[in-house]
C-alpha cells in the first residue's frame, strides 16, 4: 500500500494551498481516508476525514469553515482544499487510510487508521 501525498508548499497567511494524497496497492472505496498533521515539536492531529463513499466528513474544530476534504473514488485520490491559512496551520500534514465502510465520528480517530503516507510539508508565513 501506497499513499503518496504531494501539493505542500510556503504560502504567505490568507493564501490557499490543495493537497493530493494518491493511493495505490488498496481497494480504495473501502477505506475512510484521513488528513493529520503533526508541528515540530507537537503530536500529531486530526485535521479532517472523509468516509468511503463521501457522504461523510469530520473536520477539526480549528480548521472549520476553512479546510474541506474530498474524494475522487475514480482515481484513487482524497483532496484538502485549504484556504485562509494562518501561521499556525504550518506542520508536515499526512493523508492516512482506514479500512471501515461506516461513517460517524470513528473517521476521525487517529489509532483506528490502518496506512499512512509519508506527509507533505505545509509553511505559512505570517
Known amino acids: 500500500v501506497q499513499l503518496q501525498a504531494s501539493g505542500g508548499g510556503l504560502v504567505q497567511a490568507g493564501g490557499s494551498l490543495r493537497l493530493s494524497c494518491a493511493a495505490s496497492?488498496?481497494?480504495?472505496?473501502?477505506?475512510?481516508m484521513g488528513w493529520f498533521r503533526q508541528a515540530p515539536g507537537k503530536e500529531r492531529d486530526f485535521v479532517a476525514a472523509i468516509n468511503w463513499n463521501g457522504g461523510s466528513t469530520y473536520s477539526a474544530d480549528s480548521v472549520k469553515g476553512r479546510f474541506t476534504i474530498s474524494r475522487d473514488n475514480a482515481k484513487n485520490t482524497v483532496y484538502l482544499q485549504m484556504n485562509s491559512l494562518k501561521p499556525e496551520d504550518t506542520a508536515v500534514y499526512y493523508c492516512?487510510?482506514?479500512?471501515?465502510?461506516?461513517?460517524?465520528?470513528?473517521?476521525?480517530?487517529?489509532?483506528?487508521?490502518?496506512?499512512w503516507g509519508q506527509g507533505t510539508q505545509v509553511t505559512v508565513s505570517s
Open positions: 496497492g488498496l481497494a480504495f472505496s473501502n477505506f475512510a
Open positions: 492516512a487510510a482506514d479500512f471501515y465502510l461506516g461513517g460517524g465520528p470513528r473517521i476521525a480517530t487517529m489509532k483506528e487508521y490502518d496506512y
